[in-house]
């Protein structure tokens, strides 16, 4: 089975720019969920889609946003890059049981110059 | 608001000793706590998880403890090996029907042959 697909892995952008960033689920997994990962703030929760609906968020600004598509594919979009958007973005599929165990893909490392 | 403190941030052990990471949760709602394993370079992989209703849990040379009262738990590693050497993450979460993890900054062992 293959695991959490995320595109591009990596990318450089200029401040002001903005970015899209993909993740593909393992298959059969409806739940999304999407973490910033910096060198000073570790992992920090973004959002989580399931069945196309967000259905929690974290503390980021609304330059922040995401969707999932009804294949559960998901993205993630960042607006008016700052320098301090620079991190690993790591999306996370979950099976739909009692497990509660994230499958991390290998992350989209963005660089903000 | 939500917040899982982790210490040490580094922690150097020689090969064969154990090693022992502390976390202390906030929300006192938490009732599911994983611990993530990140290699250099690799994508964080669960590598034990412990809940509420469970004082303890071992699983070979790892164990994790939970204090509920205190909000306070531990990763154990026993007879530790070089290959143990890597980023461990606590997290904590509300076991609903969303998986948003809140991390703990994280804690680099290196295990010295």
């Known amino acids: 089975k293959a695991g959490v697909t995320q595109t591009p892995r990596y990318l450089i952008k200029t401040r002001g720019q903005q970015v899209t960033l993909s993740c593909s689920p393992i298959?059969?997994?409806?739940?999304v969920s999407w973490y910033q990962q910096t060198p000073g703030q570790g992992l920090q929760f973004l959002f989580e889609?399931?069945?196309?609906?967000?259905?929690n968020k974290g503390n980021f600004p609304g330059r922040f946003s995401g969707r999932q598509f009804s294949n559960s594919r998901s993205e993630m979009n960042v607006s008016t890059l700052e320098l301090g958007d620079s991190a690993l973005y790591l999306c996370?599929?979950?099976?739909?049981?009692?497990?509660?165990?994230?499958?991390f893909g290998e992350g989209s490392r963005l660089t903000v110059l | 608001g939500e917040n899982v403190e982790q210490h040490p941030s580094t922690l150097s052990v020689q090969e064969g000793d154990s090693a022992v990471i502390k976390c202390t949760y906030s929300d006192s709602a938490s009732n599911y706590f994983p611990w993530y394993k990140q290699e250099l370079g690799k994508r964080p992989q669960l590598i034990i998880d412990i809940r509420s209703n469970v004082g303890e849990k071992k699983d070979q040379r790892i164990a994790v403890t939970l204090n509920k009262t205190a909000k306070h738990f531990s990763l154990h590693i026993t007879e530790t090996q070089p290959e143990d050497s890597a980023v461990y993450f606590c997290a904590a979460s509300r076991k609903d029907s969303s998986y948003k993890l809140i991390f703990g900054s994280g804690t680099r062992l290196l295990v010295r042959p």
């Open positions: 889609y399931f069945s196309e609906t967000q259905r």
């Open positions: 298959s059969g997994h409806r739940s």
């Open positions: 996370a599929s979950t099976r739909q049981d009692n497990t509660g165990e994230l499958f």
